[in-house]
């Protein structure tokens, strides 16, 4: 049962440089979120996807951007790195039943240099 | 806006302490859902419960249990006989309806509450 997979789990950048966080998740839910996690702010909403090719922002979306081309994947992106952005990052996923509880993957620690 | 409020940044209590942690809630919308998550030292988060704006009925499982008063807008958590495993982040999370399609279960969390359990 591999649930909701997220790599890398680890990665430090400098200021400036680009990545893209992988979300891939096994169990064919249609709904896909991607939160960031701040001491002392609890997580909060960067995008969120209701389906394959569809995309929206969520509470912090500024810097980030998302593509959702096959169903099990859910891509975060920076583009242009910088340490506002060091933060612990979670994906989820759940099904489109309504308030169904989300999946989370085990987050990915991103340090901004 | 829809608002969760968690006001106790940390816990610390020892084994078979009884400890509550508080959740309160803002939000305009009649139906809605209320959850709590846990996060271990390994970093998972972990579903816990959902309760809908339409069930008051407390909740028992095991040595956890679940207080919602709408009358107050909480959804408080206690842990019963604490243990050593119980130490964890808890996160307590509020949901919209979604009668309209439009809030597609996105969760507003609260800040989190440490708890620490000493042996």
């Known amino acids: 049962n591999a649930g909701v997979t997220q790599t890398p789990k680890f990665r430090v950048l400098k200021t400036g440089q680009s990545m893209t966080l992988l979300c891939a998740q096994d169990?064919?839910?249609?709904?896909m979120y991607w939160y960031r996690q701040d001491p002392g702010m609890g997580l909060r909403l960067i995008h969120y996807?209701?389906?394959?090719?569809?995309?929206a922002k969520g509470e912090v979306p500024d810097g980030y951007n998302v593509s959702r081309l096959k169903k099990q994947n859910f891509l975060l992106g920076l583009e242009s790195a910088a340490p506002s952005q060091t933060s612990v990052y979670f994906c989820?996923?759940?099904?489109?039943?309504?308030?169904?509880?989300?999946?989370f993957g085990n987050g990915t620690r991103l340090t901004v240099t | 806006a829809q608002k969760v409020t968690q006001a106790q940044t940390e816990i610390s209590v020892v084994e078979k302490e009884d400890v509550t942690l508080d959740c309160v809630y803002e939000?305009?919308?009649?139906?809605?859902?209320l959850f709590w998550y846990k996060q271990p030292p390994s970093g998972e988060l972990v579903f816990l419960i959902r309760?809908?704006?339409?069930?008051?009925q407390n909740e028992i499982s095991g040595r956890y249990s679940w207080n919602f008063q709408k009358s107050t807008s909480s959804f408080n958590f206690t842990i019963t006989a604490s243990q050593v495993v119980d130490s964890a982040v808890y996160f307590c999370?509020?949901?919209?309806?979604?009668?309209?399609?439009?809030?597609?279960?996105?969760?507003?969390f609260g800040q989190g509450t440490i708890l620490t359990v000493h042996p």
């Open positions: 989820a996923s759940r099904v489109a039943l309504r308030n169904s509880p989300l999946h």
């Open positions: 169990m064919n839910h249609e709904y």
């Open positions: 996807s209701v389906g394959e090719g569809t995309t």
């Open positions: 939000t305009r919308d009649t139906t809605y859902y």
């Open positions: 309760r809908n704006s339409f069930d008051e």
């Open positions: 999370a509020l949901s919209e309806g979604e009668a309209g399609g439009t809030s597609y279960g996105k969760l507003t």
